[in-house]
T-cell receptor, first 109, second 120 residues
Framework: KQEVTQIPAALSVPEGENLVLNCSFT??????LQWFRQDPGKGLTSLLL?????REQTSGRLNASLDKSSGRSTLYIAASQPGDSATYLC????????FGKGTRLHILP | GAVVSQHPSWVICKSGTSVKIECRSL??????MFWYRQFPKQSLMLMAT?????????EQGVEKDKFLINHASLTLSTLTVTSAHPEDSSFYIC????????????????FGAGSRLTVL
């Protein structure tokens, strides 16, 4: 049974710092891994999608890596801004999509 | 890009009533749609997989008679919460798979904005 774990559960960092969010999964037989952002009371915004054959994807200040063999992914956020404050979810797709519990990120002005 | 619309975005109802939530794929045909539920400060949990023209597949622990899913067309799936109770209050999100996006995109899901249900 696929399980997705995100560490840390919550994180507060000063504005301008670079940070890394971690995601691990137990079954490496996945089609892809996605990172999402969720603002309070809102739906999901897809940030980055990494196919199983890829090792990383970049979009602006965001970089996501995927190491299927070790069951790990990281989301790197460069030069953090207060607007980055949100919950970040990772999800893997095998025969269905399984979400982690998320990391609540707070960027301190 | 692919867009999934959910309606209503929020709904308040009395205990014992039924509530229908719609999930529409606006610019593509979705043969498969997924319904999720998210309780406060919890992760999204998959409730069921909805396939156009056939019965939905429910996850373990999800009552099929309480959460009725209908996927009658390639652009619309509905979730009806029957005889809703306060414990059904939650954030419900749907997603759709666009098979027309080719092999690399076939497993990409597009999410709706969610529907917040409050049962009094």
């Amino acid at each position: 049974k696929q399980e997705v774990t995100q560490i840390p559960a919550a994180l507060s960092v000063p504005e301008g710092e670079n940070l890394v969010l971690n995601c691990s999964f137990t079954d490496s037989a996945i089609y892809n891994l996605q990172w999402f952002r969720q603002d309070p009371g809102k739906g999901l915004t897809s940030l980055l999608l990494i196919q199983s054959s890829q090792r990383e994807q970049t979009s602006g200040r965001l970089n996501a890596s995927l190491d299927k063999s070790s069951g790990r992914s990281t989301l790197y956020i460069a030069a953090s801004q207060p607007g980055d404050s949100a919950t970040y979810l990772c999800a893997v797709l095998d025969d269905k999509i399984i979400f982690g519990k998320g990391t609540r990120l707070h960027i301190l002005p | 890009g692919a867009v999934v619309s959910q309606h209503p975005s929020w709904v308040i109802c009395k205990s014992g009533t039924s509530v229908k939530i719609e999930c529409r794929s606006l610019d593509f045909q979705a043969t498969t749609m997924f319904w999720y539920r998210q309780f406060p400060k919890q992760s999204l949990m998959l409730m069921a997989t909805s396939n156009e023209g056939s019965k939905a597949t429910y996850e373990q622990g999800v009552e099929k008679d309480k959460f009725l899913i209908n996927h009658a067309s390639l652009t619309l799936s509905t979730l009806t919460v029957t005889s809703a109770h306060p414990e059904d209050s939650s954030f419900y999100i749907c997603s759709a798979r666009d098979p027309g996006r080719g092999i690399s995109g076939a497993n990409v899901l597009t999410f709706g904005a969610g529907s917040r249900l409050t049962v009094l």
